[in-house]
């Protein structure tokens, strides 16, 4: 290119660059978002309201609508009108789309607005015209006000909205009016106009819009009424919407600004965090559950946000005992509102279904903070989603697990419940019938052959302090003498040891231990009323006494609690000299009691020990770190091709996803009170993206697999050998919101039909013919040949959508309701919703011993000092070499689904009822039993089992029939006992 024709393009290209720069500059200066930008639009909405001001002035200074005005007045909206030009163009060369910007509110008001002005100038004479139309430029007054920081919440934005809205049309519409009355029809002769001043046109057009029309000012011109015809449709909707909504705003932020006043001896509870509709209402309907209906507590919802109509409506039924207010638990001032000192406890809710739910934690915790730092002394009971962030708790100061706050950690329930049902089938439902919701009882008497047997009867876990007389004898001793004799199953007991009064909770502790005065005890029972029988429970008094209902306070008993203080003190100095006197960190969900306690032979018989490895706290099974390629099969490997009798989980996730926490599904399955040889292999299958992301919090675990693919494939399926798994979990992760609650599931509904269509008659192979004993006894029936169940535990985030994989119903029978449908389909032990923990935030505001029960059973006796040590380390495990802390360590009882075997039987099957094997099994072998799992009636191909909580001790047993028990941790579960 010669010079000649290289420099035009050089201008050119410089010219474009240059004018792209000043377009950008002038579009952020328009968009407010410079310091410069936010004076300009602040300068222009004051100019316009001054030359709207300017307007009215000259309404009242009119003879005969075409006057001449002082030259001061002229001079300075003539100015005015000159920024407003300017402003103008700068808006225009902004604009990206130019067509669009000539149609655009503003420029209609500058066309009418601006030239009228400047030719009054020329002529010296003023014609008011179109200027009304100003007054629409105070629609920006939100804006305005939000760059002044006057308005920052929800509540005052939305009402600045709205009075601008309607001031501004009240405004146009009147100087329409005002415009053509006193002008009148133009086509008219003589005219039709009359003489109205704007303050009347105002009166008539609110009169307008409120339809009260009185007639005493009328409009006369066919353009006032042309306009009156439109204005009425527009103006109703905007009276009729728009003020009681503006006044509904101002009642109800008004209302829930106040105070709750607190009064002495009134009991109440302050709600905060995640208010919706949805979590309110299942709040409320297990808050009342659990008060039977007579809510004594007054509750107080604290929420950040306005309620929406639907949840207004719910507080407004429940007045007699809830109020809302508006605020916010991080501000001292709205918890000083709503009482926060002097309440029973603070409960914070979580958004379980968060797409971040770290942050959602994180929210919580600083709620925590708050409150703890303001009110120390207040009880605390939260929800988190992530175990990983409990972490932060310890580090805030006034937390005290002794003093009832607590921690409901839904990752490690739930996926400590999925866990437990891989190893127990059906435990989940058992557990879910026992702390948390109801048995369906209906569901299971459809499936018993003799249905006399099976009363509506509601057991639940119940605590209450053993009766003095008990102290010295085992738990075992115990716990048969509360069977036979008050028709009780005890199911643990919290045992106070050290100087600083600490308690651990054990579960069929070992013989070693013995109880002493002031034991609390966990019961299986229908209400308060029987267990108070163990407390009651006399040797002298009631031993002669056959029928339970009879045991009731004694005379002695009260001579026994009525002992001199000496006494008293020496008996507390006795319990003090039974442990060693060193303190634990404080009330524990499993911590154990010291070494004394535990001392004796508790080596397991046949266990090889060179090979058991514990991590530094003695709880679980360790390995050294294992690479991740070393844990990743393929199908070319021979370790996959000869996996048998494992657990296989199926876990749906990408590398954007937020992390399961599948350490929290691990450690119960790799707890140290199981016998190496008990431990089954683990397969996880899923994207390798997002099993990469949780390896290195489960890569000290031994006995891990994983492999590249989706559940979603029946060749991924049966390359892990699905077939030959001993159990099956299906895991959900947290997707996007869907439009349709159905589809929250879809990809977990769809991968459980697959995994049972992978069901098939046994083989006569020699791999299948080598299954364990365990497998072929307690998941199918002997007697005649049959499918082999492979047992799936789907995790389902919305409860409903357990009809798409429903088994237990013909598809000849009539279709039940969907809550029936869930209710079925879980007490089969193949479903566990999110929504089964909900009520454990009510559970435990009245009783937090419940939820330490729980953790102790779902999560092989996780406690709070081991998790501030885990989590310190970024929950990686070390090894320990202490094999004494081993010993004291793996003392702890275990759950397991178990065959009725010959030992347990007493020779005819008709004598065998749930009472005798009850007591043969804790007599033999120091296994207690509190839960049937039985066959359901035929025809029942997939042969599914329904879950009986604490049979009757007269029913009936069948040889199918499995116990859940709480068997002692020297006991392999797989031995046939």
Request: charged share 20%; glycine share 4%.
């Amino acid at each position: 290119m010669n010079k000649d024709a290289w420099w035009p393009y050089q201008r050119k290209q410089s010219s474009v660059y240059w004018i792209r720069i000043f377009s950008t500059q002038v579009e952020m200066m328009l968009s407010a978002q410079t310091s410069m930008g936010r004076v300009l639009v602040i300068l222009v909405f004051l100019l316009n309201i001054g030359s709207l001001v300017i307007y009215f002035v000259d309404l009242t200074e009119r003879q005969d609508f075409k006057i001449s005005f002082p030259d001061s007045i002229l001079f300075i909206d003539t100015g005015f009108n000159a920024f407003f030009l300017l402003y103008f163009g700068l808006r225009l060369v902004a604009a990206d789309d130019k067509l669009r910007f000539w149609l655009e509110l503003n420029s209609l008001v500058d066309f009418f607005t601006i030239p009228p002005v400047f030719v009054s100038y020329y002529l010296k004479k003023n014609w008011l015209g179109l200027r009304f139309l100003r007054a629409l430029r105070l629609l920006e007054l939100p804006r305005i006000l939000q760059f002044l920081r006057i308005t920052k919440n929800n509540y005052s934005i939305k009402l600045s909205k709205l009075f601008a809205v309607f001031l501004s049309t009240w405004l146009t519409a009147a100087g329409f009016i005002h415009l053509v009355e006193n002008n009148g029809d133009p086509w008219v002769h003589p005219g039709n106009s009359q003489s109205l001043s704007y303050f009347e046109c105002m009166y008539l057009v609110m009169v307008t819009m409120s339809t009260v029309g009185y007639g005493d000012v009328v409009v006369q011109t066919a353009l006032g009424r042309t306009f009156i015809i439109f204005f009425i449709i527009g103006g109703l909707v905007l009276f009729a919407n728009f003020i009681p909504e503006v006044v509904e705003i101002i009642e109800s932020h008004r209302s829930y600004k106040s105070s709750y006043e607190v009064v002495s001896g009134k009991k109440y509870i302050v709600v905060c965090g995640n208010i919706t509709l949805e979590s309110v209402t299942a709040f409320l309907q297990d808050f009342l559950l659990q008060d039977k209906g007579n809510v004594c507590t007054e509750i107080l919802f604290l929420g950040e946000s306005l309620p929406s109509l639907e949840l207004e409506a719910v507080f407004k039924c429940c007045s007699a005992y809830t109020t809302f207010f508006y605020g916010s638990a991080l501000n001292f001032e709205d918890l000083k509102r709503v009482g926060m000192g002097s309440a029973s406890a603070c409960l914070i809710l979580a958004d379980v279904n968060s797409l971040q739910p770290y942050t959602e934690d994180t929210s919580n915790i600083m709620r925590v903070l708050s409150i703890k730092n303001n009110y120390p002394n207040t009880r605390v009971i939260l929800q988190i989603i992530q175990s990983r962030n409990k972490v932060y708790l310890p580090n805030i100061p006034n937390w005290d697990w002794r003093t009832g706050d607590s921690i409901i950690c839904f990752a490690e329930l739930k996926l400590g419940f999925i866990a437990q049902s891989c190893l127990v089938p059906g435990l989940s439902t058992l557990l879910t019938n026992l702390f948390i919701g109801k048995e369906n009882t209906e569901t299971k008497r459809k499936y018993v052959e003799n249905k006399m047997l099976l009363k509506d009867e509601d057991y639940k876990v119940i605590t209450f302090q053993l009766s003095s007389d008990f102290a010295g004898m085992t738990f075992i001793e115990v716990c048969r003498l509360c069977f036979v004799k008050l028709n009780l199953v005890l199911l643990g007991i919290e045992l106070k040891f050290g100087s600083q009064g600490e308690s651990t909770i054990l579960i069929n502790p070992s013989v070693q231990i013995k109880l002493h005065r002031n034991t609390m005890g966990f019961f299986i029972a229908r209400s308060l009323a029987e267990v108070k029988r163990a407390h009651f429970y006399c040797k002298a008094c009631h031993s002669d006494i056959e029928d339970p209902e009879q045991i009731k306070k004694c005379q002695c008993k009260g001579r026994l609690h009525s002992k001199p203080f000496s006494e008293k003190l020496k008996f507390y100095q006795e319990s003090l000299r039974i442990s060693d006197g060193h303190p634990a960190k404080s009330r524990s969900f499993g911590v154990l009691p010291p070494l004394s306690f535990v001392d004796g032979d508790l080596d397991v018989q046949g266990e090889d020990n060179s090979r058991v490895i514990l991590d530094s706290t003695g709880r679980f099974h360790w390995c050294d770190s294992v690479p991740l390629q070393e844990a990743l099969l393929s199908c070319k490997d021979e370790a996959l091709l000869n996996l048998q009798d494992h657990i296989l989980v199926c876990v749906f996730g990408d590398a954007n996803s937020p992390l399961i926490g599948l350490q929290d599904f691990v450690m119960p399955l790799r707890a140290s009170n199981f016998i190496y040889r008990e431990l089954k292999d683990i397969v996880f299958l899923g994207s390798l993206e997002y099993l990469q992301r949780e390896w290195k919090f489960i890569q000290n675990f031994p006995k891990l697999w994983l492999f590249s693919g989706s559940a979603l494939s029946c060749a991924d399926l049966r390359a892990v050998n699905v077939q030959h798994c001993a159990a099956c979990a299906i895991l959900s992760s947290n997707t996007t919101a869907l439009s349709s609650p159905s589809l929250v599931d879809a990809e977990s509904i769809l991968a459980t039909l697959n995994v049972r269509s992978m069901q098939r008659k046994p083989s006569s192979s020699p791999l299948v013919s080598t299954e364990t004993v365990f497998r072929t006894r307690a998941l199918g029936n002997q007697s005649e040949p049959c499918y082999k169940r492979i047992p799936v535990t789907t995790e389902l985030k919305s409860s409903p959508n357990a009809q798409f994989i429903n088994q237990a119903f013909d598809i000849s029978s009539e279709i039940p309701d969907q809550d029936q449908l869930f209710s079925t389909a879980a007490c089969t032990g193949d479903i566990f919703s999110d929504s089964c923990l909900n009520s454990l935030l009510s559970i435990t505001y009245y009783n937090h011993h419940i939820l330490a029960l729980l953790q102790t059973l779902v999560t092989s006796g996780t406690n709070p000092a081991l998790e501030e040590q885990l989590l310190e380390k970024d929950s990686i495990l070390s090894r320990s070499s202490d094999k004494m802390m081993h010993n004291a360590s793996r003392a702890r009882s275990k759950l397991a689904l178990l065959p009725l075997s010959k030992r347990l039987l007493t020779g005819a099957m008709q004598e065998n009822s749930f009472g005798n094997i009850y007591c043969r099994a804790l007599d033999l072998f120091g296994i207690l039993c509190f839960g049937l799992y039985r066959l359901m009636e035929e025809p029942n191909p997939c042969k599914n089992r329904f879950v009986i909580a604490r049979p009757r001790s007269d029913l009936k047993m069948l040889p199918t029939d499995l116990l859940f028990c709480v068997v002692p941790f020297n006991i392999a579960t797989t031995d046939d006992l």
